[in-house]
Each structure stands twice: as C-alpha cells, then as structure tokens.
C-alpha cells in the first residue's frame, strides 16, 4: 500500500490546519494509522494514531487537547485536525499504517511497515 499525506501548509500560530492520508492500491479502512511529525535536525515522533477497530484514538502528550484524528472508513481517508497551532509543531507531518490484521495502536516508528511522503506544516509566529 502506498499512502500519501496532504494538507500541509503555512499558518500563523493559533490557527488550524486538516491533513488528509489516503492510500493507493489498498484502502486504509481496515488497517491502523498513525500520524507521526519529524522537525529539522530532530527524530521523527509519533503524533498519534487510530485503529480501525474501535476505540479511543491515541495522541502524545505535547499535542493531546489541540489535535484530532478521524477516520472515514467509506472513503478510506484518516484526518488529522490540528487547532492552536504552535511555531513547535512545524515540521514535515507523515501518515503511516501497520499490516493488515492489526488492530492496536503502536507509538513506535518500526510497527508501521507503509509509510506516505510526507507534507509540511510551518507555524509562524
């Protein structure tokens, strides 16, 4: 499966901004995603993710209260709503999925085996 994020953009601190991942050869309705952000010079981290299978989503802590994952599973898309934005959250965002199968979600980088390009988010200030 090939999954590609989009949404990316420039926006002032405070505001919001909604990325979308949709996936090619497969859709995503079945497989957990997770979101994950990977600033300059730093490691990528996990944002949060969601499950296919029910369940609450799950968010790091430095974005739970501001940011939002959704699934519509008709279509096949994941959404990540992103509100109070920092100058701290620009980074370039990336979707990624775990096999087919598995329904949890994992916080670490190597359970996602599908992973999109990546789209960039600045917050200026």
């Known amino acids: 499966v090939q999954l590609q994020a989009s949404g990316g953009g420039l926006v002032q601190a405070g505001g919001s901004l909604r990325l979308s991942c949709a996936a090619s050869?497969?859709?995503?309705?079945?497989?957990?995603v997770g979101w994950f952000r990977q600033a300059p010079g730093k490691a990528r981290e996990f944002v949060g993710g969601i499950s296919w299978s029910g369940g609450s989503p799950a968010y790091a802590d430095f974005v739970k209260g501001r940011f939002i994952i959704s699934r519509d599973n008709n279509e096949g898309t994941v959404y990540l709503q992103m509100n109070s934005l920092k100058p701290e959250d620009t980074a370039v965002y990336y979707c990624?999925?775990?096999?087919?199968?598995?329904?949890?979600?994992?916080?670490?980088?190597?359970?996602?085996?599908?992973w999109g390009q990546g789209t960039q988010v600045t917050v200026s200030s």
């Open positions: 990624a999925a775990r096999g087919g199968g598995i329904t949890v979600i994992s916080r670490a980088r190597n359970a996602y085996v599908a």
């Open positions: 050869g497969r859709t995503l309705s079945r497989l957990v």
